[in-house]
């Protein structure tokens, strides 16, 4: 039988003023047995976050992480080098530098972890943007926590037996789990368009899986009534409309309740009028309904 070799993995880390977060998270990651053989770090030229990057390389020179390369990745915006994150520009240049290596990455056929840690809020929130859009069920998001440990303070680069620190999973929510999909989000350039892509096929998806329950979980009784209910008219007006008693327009839309709980996977209790209009209105907005 053959034996499959073990996947390379990179670790990208997105760095602000305390460069021991990502020595501190390969350690742990390397503890636990994950091959990582490259680290990425995506960090600004604020003078503060410089310093820790010299600092940080300084642990890379092969007598600390023997056989682990250091990549430095800069964040470049179009006037330059990336300071702090002030306007949209500035975001968009983080989004790409994050988007590029890890779909570089990916296209290497690696193992990612993301840790977030590590700079300003916007850089975790833009990592999981990222994460959403090209990770695989291998690669993870990851979180440092840390007990008796205070920004600011003594700079450690790794943990001493005594310390407490906890590597925290970070949950991704993927926009997609087809490989397919993921592949042809990855040759993208630009992660800009990559979002706009994924949107427009989640829209789509949402269309197809909404227009399937109209179509073949209701009645026909039950989707006239569900079209008036979701273009605003209470039940009084839609029983004049379809000369139907409000009962039977209520009994309808209670059918029409528990179906959507049951198609929505709502296992206590079927969801109320605001939940059905929430769902079904945009269906029935393109659809030019309750005319």
Avoid at 108 to 136: D, N
Wanted: one cysteine or more; glycine letters at 8%.
């Amino acid at each position: 039988m053959k034996r499959h070799r073990a996947r390379f993995q990179t670790l990208i880390a997105t760095l602000g003023s305390e460069p021991q977060v990502v020595t501190i998270v390969l350690d742990r990651l390397l503890a636990e047995g994950q091959r990582i053989d490259q680290v990425v770090v995506v960090y600004t030229a604020a003078d503060v976050v410089q310093a820790a990057m010299a600092r940080l390389a300084g642990e890379f020179d092969g007598a600390v992480y023997p056989g682990i390369a250091l990549r430095t990745a800069p964040v470049i915006g179009p006037d330059g080098a990336v300071e702090d994150f002030r306007t949209g520009d500035d975001v968009s240049a983080l989004l790409n530098a994050l988007y590029h290596e890890a779909r570089d990455a990916k296209r290497q056929g690696r193992v990612v972890h993301l840790c977030v840690s590590g700079g300003r809020k916007v850089m975790s929130i833009a990592g999981m943007v990222v994460a959403q859009l090209l990770f695989g069920p291998d690669d993870r998001v990851w979180h440092l926590m840390s007990e008796g440990w205070q920004p600011g303070g003594e700079k450690r680069m790794h943990l001493r037996p005594e310390d407490q620190i906890w590597l925290v999973p970070v949950p991704v929510l993927r926009w997609t789990d087809s490989a397919v999909l993921l592949a042809a989000l990855g040759d993208l350039d630009d992660p800009a368009e990559a979002i706009r892509r994924q949107e427009a096929l989640a829209r789509s998806e949402a269309m197809r899986r909404r227009r399937e329950f109209v179509e073949r979980w209701l009645s026909k009784a039950e989707r006239e009534v569900v079209e008036l209910a979701c273009v605003g008219l209470d039940n009084a007006a839609i029983a004049a409309r379809l000369h139907k008693s409000e009962q039977t327009v209520a009994n309808q839309l209670t059918q029409a309740y528990a179906k959507l709980g049951e198609w929505l996977g709502f296992p206590e209790r079927a969801p109320e009028r605001s939940v059905l209009i929430a769902e079904m209105a945009p269906y029935f907005t393109l659809k030019g309904g309750g005319k």
